[in-house]
């Protein structure tokens, strides 16, 4: 059996294991990719040398995660948000339509620094309760954000364009210019899709309780570092504008990139506890009040790492994007960079990030050159096609960061977001063709 195949099988079987529900997220990136490595021939010290790769790859967004729980946690108990949520309220007047279309907004200021991972760190604290509070359907919040920060990663300085303009051996600012057009039309086109969605949420809400007025205690809670339940004994209103302080800083050190993350939010977490709780019996039950959050999805991002190290090391990625292009009949071939931009938000599912632009783009551009297709036609292509499934993969560790704020779950994710992610990536691919960004 080819790796390819064997790599696909692996795939399908995790995505599927993921939308069931019936086994945990470290379950389903373990197991299959364990036998995987070992029905493919590979012994248990290759298994244990990917394992390790994968880790590398991951553990500095565990590392991260950890404490960014924690740190947000805190903020939490102190009752730094209470007045943000309160007064977003009061500009919404509980308009869910208006909250959604904040949410993009949000997100794309927040998605400017190009980490996905600091986007969410940024939106879901803060917007999770308002979306609670008011009814909203957590998995909007996430859609919305995931989409937005998507759109927004087309930056120069966001992963996937430094990428291209590595394989393409160009300038990476001269390969964003014609993307500007796009980004524009689709953030319209999230704000769009927000109020949609919002207009869908209202009618659902009115449906399920008969009205838009709400009381915290109707409040279902989110199981993640955000949840509507308050102990009033934690909180330091007093003390608001000091935290305010810490956290802005924490946020700024962040999206300046000065220190690593994990070390921005483990600065944060040895700041803010002896500010607001002046014992270490006090400070420490607020460390383990989040730490089993924080463990649990650490364990997930690290279980996703061990996935993501098979695939890689044993060169299933690579033999899966080779192969997907041979199958295409030759007829379609002086389309291919039309068609494979088409499956660019499904790919996501199958291929990572670097899977997508170092293995599968260059056989891409290389077959459409001999047809007469340019290599910035084909690079936009799978760019613009690819980039709004960013965050609805399970191959992004920023989306497991998300779920982890949210306390939400990847399969159920995955249901309520891919469609509308595929079907926006498809509208900007025939908008950048009928805008000549794309040739035909």
Known sequence: MSLSIIGFITIIVIVALLISGRVSPLVAMVIPPVIAALIAGFSAKDL?????????SVMSVAVMFIFAIIFFGIMQDTGLFDPIITKMIALSRGNVVVVAVITVLIAVVAQLDGSGASTFLITIPALLPLYLRLRMNPYLLLLLVAGSAAIINMIPWGGPLGRVASVLETDVTELWYPLIKIQIIGIILMLALAIFMGILEKKRILKEYGTLNFKDEDVSMAQGVVSTEIDTSLQRPKLIWVNAIIAIAVIAILVSGILPAGLAFLIGVAVALPVNYRTPKEQMARVQAHAPSALTMASIIISAGLFLG???????????ANDAVKVLPTALSSYLHIIIGVLGVPFDLLLSTDAYYFALFPVVEQIGLSFGIDSFSTAYAMIIGNIVGTFVSPLAP???????????????HLKFSFLWMWGLSIVLLII????GVIAV
């Open 310 to 320: 098979v695939l890689n090391g044993t060169g299933m990625l690579t033999a899966i």
């Open 432 to 435: 950048a063709v009928l805008l």
């Open 398 to 412: 920023a989306v497991w960061l998300a779920l982890g704020l949210s306390g939400l779950e990847m399969g159920k």
């Open 48 to 56: 244990g040398e990917f394992f390790n790769s994968g880790l590398n």
